[in-house]
């Protein structure tokens, strides 16, 4: 087994990893305290329990846990779907962006509810750019000598878990993160978008199972153990992509109760013109 690929990278990676977590828990933790006492309400708990279950996926994912239980194209292949799609999902629902917008002083949030208004955070954030980011990473990765380059370098592999898991961030906070933004686009174009990220990583697996040993390119590792990872991936990466389907039409469902009690409590007040003013709100 390779030693990229064993406690990822080594145990001076994973204790990064995990002290970079804890400093992300604590600060979470804390800005929640934080809106709970500024504002008399508390923070959901759903949303922290969610934060904390990515962060902690994330670590396992990266732990000597993984590596020794796993290890090879097996360990490679879980912290692929941990890293960029299960703790990705979990992360995005605990809202770490609006309680961060929350937490800050006025002209800081200021400065960052126009920052992610820009032109190039909107093109970044957008369904088709992530989707493009997430899984078109996973074919470089599988489909050139990248893979072959993250068995011999440490360093490189902590690079691609690092895109894993930047890039599945991305791409579930483009599709279900809980910020409004008049920009994102309507319910139908974010599910076309998971459609066909879901059968190009569905494929991608499918090719990766048939052309073992030969895919990815160099790896060294036996038939059997790419297609037990091939299978891995085709089958949790499934899981993830309800999750991910649930979450996003639980999201809109939510949204659309919410815009129905608006709307007859308008109507109730005398104020039917209120109608049209959550058009604008994405699902």
């Known amino acids: 087994m390779s030693h990229a690929h064993g406690a990822a990278a080594g145990p001076p990676g994973w204790l990064l990893a995990a002290a970079l977590a804890a400093v992300a828990v604590v600060l979470y933790l804390r800005a ?4 709970r006492t500024g504002t008399g309400r508390p923070w959901g708990a759903r949303r922290t329990w969610a934060f904390l279950a990515g962060v902690a996926a994330a670590v396992v994912a990266v732990s000597p846990l993984v590596g020794d239980a796993t290890g090879g194209a097996r360990g490679h292949m879980v912290q692929h779907v941990v890293l960029g799609m299960a703790a990705p999902l979990a992360l995005v629902l605990g809202a770490p962006v609006t309680l961060a917008l929350t937490s800050l002083p006025v002209a800081a949030r200021r400065r960052a ?3 992610l208004a820009s032109a190039p955070v909107q093109v970044l954030a957008h369904p088709v750019t992530a989707g ?3 899984v ?5 990765l599988y489909l050139t000598p990248l893979y072959a380059l ?3 370098s440490p360093a490189v592999h902590r690079a691609v878990l690092v895109h894993f898991l930047a890039a599945g961030c991305l791409f579930a906070w483009s599709l279900v993160g809980p910020e409004r933004t008049s920009r994102r686009p309507g319910l139908r174009t974010r599910v076309g978008v998971l459609v066909v990220a879901s059968a190009a990583h ?4 499918k090719v990766l199972y048939a052309r073992a040993p030969l895919l990815p390119a160099g ?4 038939v059997g153990e790419l297609q037990d990872a091939a299978r891995w991936m085709y089958s949790a990466g499934d899981v993830a992509e309800v999750a991910l389907a649930a979450a996003l039409f639980a999201a809109w469902h939510r949204r659309r109760r919410r815009t129905s009690v608006r709307r007859v409590t308008a109507q109730a007040a005398g104020h039917p013109a209120a109608e049209c003013s959550t058009g604008t709100t994405s699902a």
Do not use: P, S
């Not at 929640?32 to 809106?35: Q, S, T």
């Not at 078109?136 to 470089?140: H, I, N, Q, T, V």
């Not at 790896?219 to 036996?222: A, K, S």
């Open 32 to 35: 929640a305290r934080g809106v």
């Open 132 to 134: 493009l980011l997430h």
């Open 202 to 205: 569905g494929y991608l697996a």
């Open 219 to 222: 790896n060294g590792h036996g």
């Open 113 to 115: 509810v126009r920052a």
């Open 150 to 152: 993250t068995l011999r």
């Open 136 to 140: 078109g990473g996973l074919y470089a």
